[in-house]
């Protein structure tokens, strides 16, 4: 029982360290992952600054969390591959145009929310 323990915190350890390479690595890497951190942080900042319920303050915060790993893993696809092949493939294409599309679909679900709060 206690070995299994050590080894799930020391998963556990790993997986967060790995997980916090892969946040520094878009952050140099990647501007419009640093542009999505920036309207996150204006958004709760206005979520926190309006007179919002607080499941409505949880529901913007959230869906802007969802957009940052929305465009985590745009920049996973769109690395893999450009690791495999830099020619111009339709199939490579779809698969970049497909990740950029989870952000889009996320941050309007994101608009959307702040809409209906706004607006409701």
């Not at 920049?75 to 830099?86: K, P, V």
């Not at 970049?96 to 996320?106: C, L, N, P």
Request: hydrophobic fraction near 55%; glycine fraction near 4%; aromatic fraction near 8%.
């Amino acid at each position: 029982m206690i070995s299994k323990l050590k080894y799930t915190g020391s998963q556990l350890y790993l997986r967060t360290i790995w997980s916090l390479e892969g946040l520094r690595a878009t952050w140099r890497n990647e501007h419009s992952f640093r542009t999505w951190v920036w309207a996150n942080l204006a958004s709760a900042c206005l979520a926190v600054a309006l007179d919002l319920s607080t499941s409505e303050r949880a529901l913007i915060l959230a869906l802007g969390v969802l957009v940052l790993a929305a465009e985590l893993v745009n920049t996973a696809i769109e690395d893999a591959i450009d690791y495999i092949s830099t020619d111009h493939h339709p199939l490579a294409k779809r698969a970049k145009d497909a990740g950029s599309a989870a952000v889009f679909v996320t941050a309007l679900a994101a608009g959307v929310a702040w809409a209906v709060v706004l607006l409701g």
